[in-house]
């Protein structure tokens, strides 16, 4: 599933070419990639007819695209990605892609907005916009916490609610309401940064170990979204279709058996909530108290 640095990615790119632009037709072409829209695909399409995008915006993994004027009670385009979803631009006349979902055409005859989704695991529904740490979001994403690239993240209160917490330092950063938008890769990249088991107790973490922790998620974020996030197949793209290049700079995940860049110890691959977690034995030994 595509973490922060991807979405981010999709969403600057989506930002870029349909802020402004007026909508003249949807055409859903698949009704479970609208499923979460109660009021069903007809309606979904007719409700964006006329309207215009204003803006795109992003909590943790979630994207919306704002609509008109932004206002309490207002509403806007909510999407998530799922495991295979994709937000593509393409110029009209583009043979439609395989697995084409929803289509977005525009009053200006200009390229047009395909939601791809080989699984159909993702979705969009019309969501109504509500107060959340200070700014309006879509209303099913305001519980999720603030992320580590957000104008108003406080990593200060996020140690305090970490070291609260009585379960595994990963499980605690993968909580999208203590931290948003770190996912299974950045989550093994970090402790890897910051030399930390997975399984550490968070309640055992000194304060200034979970502030390393949390300064590593942010850099090793930062750094993928500047290499336009990564990529493992075809499944991730940005709207022009292209991949992240970020899993050239992976140090543990997905390298089981490959040695530690900082000491060369044997990569170590753990099953972990019905995935896996990589780490290096050496740089991050298991603690006596490990919390599985």
Not at 80 to 98: A, F, N, R, W, Y
């Amino acid at each position: 599933m595509p973490e922060l640095p991807e979405v981010e990615v999709v969403r600057r790119g989506v930002h870029q070419h349909v802020a402004g632009r007026t909508v003249a037709e949807v055409e859903v072409l698949h009704p479970r990639s609208v499923r979460r829209h109660l009021a069903g695909s007809v309606d979904f399409a007719a409700q964006l007819v006329g309207r215009t995008f204003t803006g795109v915006g992003r909590r943790g993994k979630y994207l919306w695209l704002d609509l008109d004027e932004v206002v309490p009670g207002g509403d806007a385009v909510l999407a998530h990605l799922g495991m295979s979803g994709q937000i593509l631009v393409q110029p009209p006349g583009t043979p439609d892609e395989k697995h084409l979902r929803v289509r977005f055409r525009f009053a200006d005859e200009g390229p047009e907005l395909r939601f791809v989704d080989q699984r159909t695991f993702g979705g969009l529904a019309l969501a109504e916009l509500t107060g959340s740490f200070g700014v309006l979001v879509p209303e099913p994403v305001a519980h999720i916490a603030l992320d580590p690239l957000d104008s108003g993240y406080d990593p200060d209160r996020v140690v305090a609610a970490l070291r609260r917490r009585r379960t595994g330092i990963k499980r605690a950063l993968l909580d999208q309401t203590l931290v948003s938008g770190i996912g299974n890769i950045y989550a093994d990249e970090a402790l890897w940064r910051a030399r930390l088991h997975w399984a550490r107790p968070t309640a055992t973490l000194p304060r200034a170990a979970a502030g390393d922790l949390l300064s590593a998620a942010t850099e090793v974020m930062t750094e993928a979204l500047g290499e336009g996030g990564t990529s493992f197949d075809a499944l991730y793209v940005n709207v022009n279709g292209e991949s992240g290049y970020f899993d050239r700079s992976l140090n543990v995940y997905g390298k089981e058996g490959q040695p530690c860049q900082r000491c060369g110890a044997p990569i170590r691959r753990d099953a972990f909530m019905n995935r896996s977690s990589f780490s290096c034995p050496a740089c991050q030994p298991r603690p006596r108290n490990a919390h599985f």
